[in-house]
């Protein structure tokens, strides 16, 4: 059959949309891999070049994963792959100093907003998982590549307590966009004990049932983060804090 073409679309754009509705329908179903090019040529009527452009536009949308080599292979989309991309853009952005700069205030946003909430909801069983984390935070102190786990396995407890699954993928892109000026921030002891400290307070907060003082916690906790990472890449005259711990904006 052909592609159903709408009027003024072009070849590609309709095959891609006929293999993203077999997808979507499970007539392609997750895991599997897509019919080789030449079916799909003779099946939609359309050229080689068509084909290749469909399973780009395809992978872009998250919907086939390809690799060089082999035929692409059938994923249904989820939150963490639709955030994740946004990635090249964000890559983008992010080796700007503004772009860094308004990322980070971004995420001390919605953070201020998870600790409120995890103070009011949190569950006997979330607040146990984030003393087992800051334990582990505790531990790796010294350590830089474990310590950074341990500080990505903190604050993704936060992102996971309101249930909502677009939080944890929101985080796991914040850490994708912002490890390597992480790894880039001046390492040691301090810092890490100050961290870990910043970590303390969001949990005592929490564990205390006080909103407010589990968001200003996790401001300070994040504007003291911000002044080690500005100093990678930000000069002496650039803004000291993103947002105070009272919440006014800088």
Not at 100 to 126: K, M, P
């Amino acid at each position: 059959m052909r592609a159903r073409e709408k009027p003024g679309e072009r070849r590609a754009d309709a095959v891609t949309e006929e293999v993203a509705r077999l997808i979507q329908a499970g007539g392609l179903p997750e895991g599997a891999h897509l019919p080789p090019e030449r079916d799909l040529m003779q099946r939609f009527g359309v050229s080689r070049a068509a084909v290749r452009e469909a399973i780009a536009a395809l992978a872009n949308r998250g919907l086939v994963e390809t690799r060089l080599g082999h035929r692409p292979i059938v994923r249904k989309p989820d939150y963490a792959v639709a955030i994740g991309r946004l990635g090249d853009l964000v890559g983008h952005l992010v080796e700007d100093r503004g772009g860094v700069r308004n990322l980070f205030e971004s995420r001390i946003f919605l953070e201020a907003a998870l600790a409120r909430h995890a103070a009011r909801h949190a569950r006997r069983e979330d607040i146990a998982e984030l003393r087992l984390a800051l334990a582990a935070n505790r531990a790796a102190i010294g350590d830089p590549v474990r310590f950074d786990e341990t500080d990505v396995a903190f604050h993704a407890i936060l992102y996971r307590i309101p249930g909502n699954p677009i939080f944890p993928a929101v985080h796991k892109a914040y850490v994708d966009w912002l490890m390597s000026h992480w790894r880039a921030m001046r390492r040691g002891p301090e810092i890490d004990r100050m961290n870990h400290a910043g970590h303390q307070a969001i949990l005592d907060a929490i564990e205390m049932r006080d909103p407010d003082g589990a968001e200003e916690a996790l401001r300070r906790h994040l504007n003291a983060a911000w002044e080690v990472v500005r100093s990678t890449f930000l000069s002496p005259d650039e803004p000291a804090a993103l947002v105070p711990a009272d919440g006014e904006a800088a």
